[in-house]
């Protein structure tokens, strides 16, 4: 019983902590990327702009207005007509948001170092900005029918030793809920999952085999130092990034799955702790929601541009410099392939990667 109240209240400091931390740092991230040089693309930046904004929603509506009031309040306000399917309509949306601008930003990541044409198609910033806009609208679209999912009813409670009956935005118990909500599990968790795992795949692997056509002393020239490290550094980066969203996701796609078959009745008590279940469910629940907190991290942060501009902004000194090599010694280039123009005069020759053709 101790383990259950101590669970308990970890998540009402948990929650708080993360809307505390997690919506300033989503807000400053979208300040950095679109008014500060931080050796992005024009498309990188509205796709990492785009995402800090609907990673801000969502922990407004989720973290803020759903868990967090209904671990500190008794009878929070979405618990009536209309919040409740309104909420569960703004939450859904953001949710498939986030998911899809990461899935889409990481096929157009593959797309532009795979094809010259598709990067020079992708490069243009409209392009990415309408791209960015459908994606926010589409997902909007698709929650629709999950304002429908939830029913407020009445339940009784004991306050203070005295019982009430209070209105509860509660879980539909019907064919029409359990539909939704499995096609919702795979379409903001299964689908993306498996596409930014597959996606960047292929990009270390276009990546190392395009490395390997070439000498050494001919990377040497085309960028002025030697790729290697840089290249397993980069290998090393979308591994991890992989890795954390699979890690952070992947839990609650199970729980969900697990919720919605052998527990899915009307019966089942989802507070009660004593069922490992649930408390597995919760957990999975604060690993989904941290990943909305650490997007800028693995997006941004790794940049090395984007912690030279920080000092900069922290430290109140002027705008930081323009990288001028092609590649420079920060991995976040391979979300950004930031276009640079030279001078003719500035190399007697060039190399361009057009096509890759496997030799026998």
């Known amino acids: 019983m101790e383990g259950i109240t101590v669970f308990v209240i970890v998540q009402k400091i948990y929650y708080p902590f ?170 903001s968790g299964g689908i993306p999952i498996v596409l930014v795992v597959i996606f960047n795949s292929l990009i270390s692997y276009h990546l190392c085999r395009a490395s390997n056509l070439f000498t050494k002393e001919e990377r040497r020239i085309m960028h002025g130092k030697s790729t290697r490290g840089m290249l397993r550094r980069t290998v090393l980066l979308l591994g991890t990034v992989s890795v954390t969203f699979v890690v952070l996701s992947l839990p609650r796609f199970i729980t969900y799955c697990i919720l919605r078959t052998q527990y899915n009745d009307e019966s089942f008590n989802r507070n009660d702790y004593s069922i490992p279940i649930n408390v597995a469910g919760d957990l999975a629940n604060m690993l989904q929601n941290l990943n909305s907190t650490t997007n800028f991290l693995l997006y941004c942060i790794v940049s090395r541009c984007f912690r030279r501009e920080l000092v900069q902004v922290l430290t109140c000194k002027s705008t930081a410099r323009e990288v001028g090599s092609v590649l420079t010694q920060t991995t976040m280039k391979v979300f950004s392939v930031a276009d640079h123009k030279t001078s003719p005069s500035s190399y007697r020759g060039s190399v361009v990667l057009i096509n890759l053709k496997q030799t026998e």
């Open 18 to 187: 993360l809307c505390i931390m997690g919506i300033p740092a989503n807000l400053f991230t979208f300040y950095m990327i679109c008014f500060r040089k931080c050796g992005m693309s024009s498309t990188a930046i509205v796709y990492l702009s785009c995402l800090a904004i609907v990673d801000t929603f969502y922990l407004l509506w989720v973290i803020l207005i759903d868990l967090t009031l209904t671990f500190w309040m008794l009878q929070p306000f979405w618990h009536s007509h209309p919040w409740c399917g309104i909420l569960g309509f703004l939450q859904y949306g953001t949710l498939y948001s986030s998911s899809w601008i990461v899935v889409v930003f990481t096929i157009e990541r593959y797309l532009v170092l795979r094809s010259t044409a598709a990067k020079q198609h992708f490069s243009q910033a409209w392009v990415t900005k309408l791209t960015c806009t459908a994606i926010v609208l589409v997902s909007h679209m698709v929650s629709v029918p999950l304002a429908w999912i939830n029913v407020v009813t009445p339940v009784n409670y004991t306050v203070d030793g005295v019982n009430v009956t209070l209105p509860r935005c509660r879980y539909r118990d019907e064919t029409y809920s359990t539909v939704i909500v499995w096609v919702t599990t795979f379409l």
